[in-house]
């Protein structure tokens, strides 16, 4: 009888996998116990096996594609087995195509396909969307309408100003007629491509246009505007170069023109509301007008051009004028799917940081007397000992003098674990695993020290197991290798804290009233404040400091 196969749950918090591999495909004999597949989890790649024997029927999930825990990855039977009623009571994939007879009830939606479209192709309006203001903008907020419903508006019009996340910018709708809809109100937001207004012929009936939303094809022009006001918006940037005529009240069109043809705006009056500068004030300036309208004097010309040939003067005894040549570069850039793990450590990390209320505690170790007690235990020590090992080795011992560092928050309540199990984050090329070392506080340091270098070989091999990396109390992550003088980590939830651990730094110290060199090493101390508080993570911190600073006390 046919049997289906559903996505295990490979890890405490998986869930979700990706078929890495497929090492059967359809119609191979399998046993149980043969390799079926590859599947990326979230901590590692792993072998799923066989548990039935048979034909394999039914693949439901590609390589490369994911399915959540439980979901249906495929089927195995008798060959020519009939194997689709499983799909249909078993949870089937949402990828999995069904026959159509199979569908039955689908008139409905036909039905609902079935009614007729509207056709706003001839109605005399367009809409007017929110633009796309800057490559960061999801949405935009109506600052201040500058016209109501039943103004005549023109093309070059600013119809509002909008507060983006960048700045505060002009929304110009580049249709001519009367406004006759307003979609959101002043201190409220759309979002990119929302429709905002519509413009049109007065006495236009538009619940057609709003009806249709997107797909209206009398919208087709304001679509456009998006694009032409992030133009006219850049355009406008650069003008302002121009003897910094970027606070004159100018809409984006009239800017451009004025770039297009080497005019400063400033010499330009406008006839707008307001004395902006719409499209007719730039075609249709002259300097000779400028001399005119504003009543120059012969005296304030010739002060200008005494002014100008001061300038030039000046500009000769400073030397030469540098002029480098152009440079032009390339925009490149590659774009690599992300993996399981990837996303997993995204997803927790960012539920920790945001959920869990973390403060940071940090204290400077004089690590001269650590270093000289390590030296002395490597000449009898079957294993080298590392830093690190004493590092965890402190910890152990100080979690059960504060229960509070070793707890975890349960929600409605706190959970003293009174056993010590110290997670290690060693980094990998996926990402990064914390396999853990159990029971830490009553190992020795060579024995702690076998483990965390077996561990790190399985991390990079992909041979570490859930066991390995499920049930920590406590985490260390230690960057000293790498130089670091002082970081601080994100909590490994639900355990209450984590150690940063920085490099050995030979820095001036003060002993006995005399600055001599000194080896100094920075942990830091990342706490949730739901289960700790200050006063426990200080004085967590402070045996840890003592332990490593007479390593001699880690022997008893």
């Known amino acids: 009888m046919a049997e289906v196969v559903k996505m295990p749950k490979m890890s405490d918090t998986m869930t979700e996998g990706v078929i890495a591999k497929w090492h059967k495909k359809?119609?191979?004999?399998?046993?149980?116990?043969?390799?079926?597949?590859?599947?990326?989890t979230d901590k590692a790649t792993m072998d799923f096996e066989s548990y039935q024997d048979g034909t394999l029927l039914y693949i439901g999930i590609e390589e490369g594609s994911a399915a959540p825990v439980d979901a249906v990855i495929a089927v195995i039977g008798n060959q020519g087995e009939d194997y689709k009623s499983l799909l249909e009571g078993g949870a089937a994939p949402a990828a999995e195509a069904k026959p159509a007879e199979d569908k039955a009830p689908a008139a409905p939606v036909a039905e609902k396909a079935a009614e007729p479209a509207v056709d706003i192709s001839?109605?005399?309006?367009?809409?007017?969307?929110?633009?796309?203001?800057?490559?960061?903008?999801?949405?935009?907020v109506i600052n201040k309408w500058n016209f109501k419903v039943g103004d005549k508006v023109k093309a070059d019009d600013s119809l509002a100003d909008v507060d983006t996340d960048k700045a505060t910018m002009e929304v110009v709708g580049y249709e001519e007629g009367t406004l006759l809809y307003i979609g959101v109100e002043e201190g409220q937001a759309a979002k990119v491509n929302d429709i905002?207004?519509?413009?049109?012929?007065?006495?236009?009936?538009?619940?057609?246009?709003?009806?249709?939303?997107?797909?209206?094809?009398?919208?087709?022009?304001?679509?456009e505007a998006p694009a032409q006001q992030e133009t006219a918006e850049t355009t406008s940037s650069?003008?302002?170069?121009?003897?910094?005529?970027?606070?004159?009240?100018?809409?984006?069109?009239?800017?451009?023109?004025?770039?297009?043809?080497?005019?400063?705006?400033?010499e330009v009056k406008g006839?707008?509301?307001?004395?902006?500068?719409?499209?007719?004030?730039?075609?249709?300036?002259?300097?000779?007008?400028?001399?005119?309208?504003?009543g120059v004097t012969t005296a304030q010309v010739q002060a200008e051009q005494a002014a100008s040939a001061n300038a030039k003067e000046g500009a000769a005894k400073a030397g030469?004028?540098?002029?480098?040549?152009?440079?032009?570069?390339?925009?490149?850039?590659?774009?690599?799917?992300?993996?399981?793990?990837?996303?997993?450590?995204?997803?927790?990390?960012?539920?920790?940081?945001f959920t869990a209320p973390h403060?940071?505690?940090?204290?400077?170790?004089?690590?001269?007397?650590?270093?000289?007690?390590?030296?002395?235990?490597?000449?009898?020590?079957?294993?080298?000992?590392?830093?690190?090992?004493?590092v965890v080795k402190a910890c152990a011992v100080a979690l059960k003098q504060h229960p509070a560092i070793n707890s975890s928050w349960l929600g409605d309540k706190i959970r003293f674990n009174e056993h010590v199990n110290i997670g290690i984050a060693v980094a990998v090329d996926e990402g990064l695993l914390v396999p853990v070392v159990r029971f830490a506080d009553g190992k020795s340091l060579s024995r702690i020290s076998a483990?965390?270098?077996?561990?790190?070989?399985?991390?990079?091999?992909?041979?570490?197991?859930?066991a390995d990396w499920e049930g920590s109390t406590f985490t260390i992550s230690n960057l000293g290798m790498f130089g670091v003088d002082d970081f601080t980590a994100i909590i490994n939830t639900p355990d209450s804290c984590i150690l940063a651990v920085a490099g050995i730094q030979q820095v001036p110290v003060v002993k006995n009233g005399a600055v001599v060199p000194g080896n100094v090493m920075k942990v830091t101390l990342s706490a949730d404040h739901r289960t700790v508080d200050g006063a426990t993570a200080a004085a967590f911190l402070n045996t840890v400091k003592s332990l490593l600073e007479e390593p001699v006390r880690l022997l008893i």
């Open 26 to 40: 359809v119609g191979d004999k399998v046993k149980s116990g043969d390799l079926l597949a590859e599947v990326e």
């Open 122 to 140: 001839n109605i005399p309006a367009a809409v007017i969307r929110m633009p796309l203001l800057s490559d960061t903008m999801t949405e935009g």
């Open 196 to 223: 905002i207004a519509i413009v049109g012929k007065e006495g236009t009936d538009v619940t057609p246009l709003l009806k249709a939303g997107a797909g209206a094809p009398g919208a087709a022009k304001a679509e």
């Open 238 to 266: 650069a003008a302002s170069s121009n003897e910094d005529d970027s606070r004159v009240k100018a809409s984006p069109l009239a800017r451009k023109i004025a770039k297009d043809k080497g005019i400063n705006l400033n």
């Open 271 to 294: 006839s707008a509301e307001g004395g902006r500068i719409v499209k007719k004030d730039v075609e249709g300036f002259t300097p000779s007008a400028k001399s005119a309208g504003e």
């Open 320 to 353: 030469p004028t540098i002029t480098l040549a152009p440079f032009v570069g390339e925009e490149k850039y590659t774009e690599k799917p992300v993996t399981q793990m990837r996303k997993v450590i995204g997803k927790r990390l960012s539920e920790s940081l």
């Open 359 to 390: 403060f940071f505690v940090t204290v400077s170790i004089d690590m001269d007397s650590a270093i000289v007690a390590r030296g002395k235990m490597n000449e009898v020590s079957p294993v080298k000992i590392s830093f690190n090992d004493l």
């Open 451 to 466: 483990e965390v270098k077996e561990f790190a070989k399985k991390a990079k091999d992909k041979k570490l197991q859930p």
